[in-house]
T-cell receptor, first 112, second 114 residues
Framework: NAGVTQTPKFQVLKTGQSMTLQCAQD?????MYWYRQDPGMGLRLIYY???????DKGEVPNGYNVSRLNKREFSLRLESAAPSQTSVYFC???????????FGPGTRLTVT | AQSVTQLGSHVSVSEGALVLLRCNYS??????LFWYVQYPNQGLQLLLK??????LVKGINGFEAEFKKSETSFHLTKPSAHMSDAAEYFC????????????FGTGTQLKVEL
């Protein structure tokens, strides 16, 4: 069991470039989440998918889009990167009835 | 709307001393509560969770937390700190039926000194 995997681990973008962060889980979880972590602000929810085929906005969705490709995979896309999107991005997944979330190792993104 | 407050962004203890990390929450319904730990350059790992069973919850690595409804608190404790406990700790709250979404506190960095 790999758990939750994320690619890439590190990425540097120039302002205006686009990229997709990939996330996959092998625990047969229904729900998946994308967070960003910034110093002193904890983790903030960007988007989530309660089940395959559904996605919803979280606390800070502006500038991002997501795709729940299938039950295993949940991708996060930055269409036009901005320096304010420099952050560490975490993907997580959960079984609905247990509520606890399992986190990937994170992607460290720098936008210059 | 639910929220989480962690008092003290940095806590320093001596090795062998009591660890106490504070967490207060606000929620419109009885919540589910979690403590996560994050070691440098890693993702978050679940320490323990409260889901309306026993109010005293035991987790991994000797940590425990007590749910106190009257104080809206869920403080994390460990009787004797070890150097390996140095990490950042996050308290999180989820409202049942809220799409399993977690709301996190801003984190407490624990430093353990010799």
């Amino acid at each position: 069991n790999a758990g939750v995997t994320q690619t890439p681990k590190f990425q540097v973008l120039k302002t205006g470039q686009s990229m997709t962060l990939q996330c996959a889980q092998d625990m047969n979880h229904n729900s998946m989440y994308w967070y960003r972590q910034d110093p002193g602000m904890g983790l903030r929810l960007i988007y989530y998918s309660a089940s395959e085929g559904t996605t919803d906005k979280g606390e800070v969705p502006n500038g991002y889009n997501v795709s729940r490709l299938n039950k295993r995979e949940f991708s996060l896309r930055l269409e036009s990167a901005a320096p304010s999107q420099t952050s560490v991005y975490f993907c997580a997944s959960s079984l609905a009835r247990n509520y606890e979330q399992y986190f990937g190792p994170g992607t460290r993104l720098t936008v210059t | 709307a639910q929220s989480v407050t962690q008092l003290g962004s940095h806590v320093s203890v001596s090795e062998g001393a009591l660890v106490l990390l504070r967490c207060n929450y606000s929620s419109s319904v009885p919540p589910y509560l979690f403590w996560y730990v994050q070691y440098p350059n890693q993702g978050l790992q679940l320490l323990l969770k409260y889901t309306s069973a026993a109010t005293l919850v035991k987790g991994i690595n000797g940590f425990e937390a007590e749910f106190k409804k009257s104080e809206t608190s869920f403080h994390l404790t460990k009787p004797s700190a070890h150097m390996s406990d140095a990490a950042e700790y996050f308290c999180a709250v989820s409202e049942p039926g809220g799409g399993n979404k977690l709301t996190f506190g801003t984190g407490t960095q624990l430093k353990v000194e010799l």
